[in-house]
């Protein structure tokens, strides 16, 4: 068996009295792509929060490589620098250059020189074809563009693990297909990524395993054959037929 990354232990999370999480228990194993599928407010983006620290959980444990970092006394920024995420607006820092952005993190909390830092930049601008916009502002930038940056910026320092946050939700059709291809060659390198997605072929062509939340309960869970192939809980059933 390969080596857990990430181990979600009894996550209970509320905002006031409305409990968005009721118990999740999840596994992520490292190179797997883990799709989380489920309705708008089932809790996809809640859990992903968590996992980064951006939201505190109420009970339960968060493992990352066996290290329990909901322990309120681990340092956040420790964490996060263990962890890539891209969200699905807003991800670059529109008054920072496209390498000032790709570069930041390595700079700031990795303390490496800006030669290496932007050497390695520019490399991996150029894998997504942006190399001659490393010095443009992001508006200057498709949305796709921005996107396939905002992961480049996510993974240039070399995290343990990728969250993505419906990272092609809020593009333009023609555009999707591109970020996409990037995750699927971050997937074929070995990226480790957890996915909260709506683009149903994708998750069931890439994803090593799919997640149905609903209602901040883990209904269904399988590999995808199994989840979009033969679901085995009517709600998932509901859920999928929306997508025909
Ligand atoms: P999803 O990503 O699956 O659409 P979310 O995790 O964004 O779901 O939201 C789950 C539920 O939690 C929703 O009812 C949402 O309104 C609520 N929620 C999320 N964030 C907050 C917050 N900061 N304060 C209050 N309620 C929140
Ligand atoms: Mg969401």
Redesign the pocket.
């Known amino acids: 068996m390969s080596e857990v990354v990430l181990q979600l232990q009894g996550i209970h999370k509320s ?2 009295d ?1 409990e ?2 009721r118990g999740i228990d999840l596994t992520v194993r490292t190179h797997e792509v883990v799709a ?1 599928i ?12 968590t996992i980064n620290l951006l ?1 505190r959980i109420d009970d339960g444990q968060i493992l990352l490589r066996g290290q329990d970092i909901s322990d309120p006394r681990v340092p956040a920024d420790a964490v996060r620098a263990r962890i890539g995420v891209v969200f699905q607006h807003y991800n670059l820092f529109p008054h920072l250059s496209v390498l000032d952005n790709v570069t930041l993190a390595a700079r700031h909390v990795f303390r490496e020189s800006r030669q290496d830092a932007e050497a390695r930049g520019i490399d991996l601008l150029g894998r997504i074809g942006l190399a001659e916009h490393a010095r443009s502002f992001p508006d200057r930038l498709s949305g796709g563009q921005q996107q396939r940056a905002a992961i480049v910026r996510a993974i240039a320092t070399n995290p343990e693990l990728l969250l993505l ?2 990272i092609t939700s809020a593009l333009d059709p023609e555009l999707v297909g591109e970020v996409l291809d990037l995750v699927r060659e971050l997937k074929a390198e070995g990226t480790t990524i957890v996915m ?1 997605t709506h683009e149903m072929a994708f998750a069931r062509d890439v994803a090593d395993h799919v997640v149905f ?1 609903d209602q ?1 309960l883990i209904a269904e869970q399988g590999p995808p054959e199994q989840l979009f192939g033969a679901p085995r809980e009517p709600r998932t059933r509901e859920f999928l037929s929306r997508f025909l």
Do not use: I
């Not at 309705?39 to 992903?48: R, Y």
């Open positions: 905002f006031g409305r968005v999480l989380l489920g309705a708008s407010g089932s809790g996809k983006s809640t859990l992903l929060r939201e946050d419906e909260a939340l901040g």
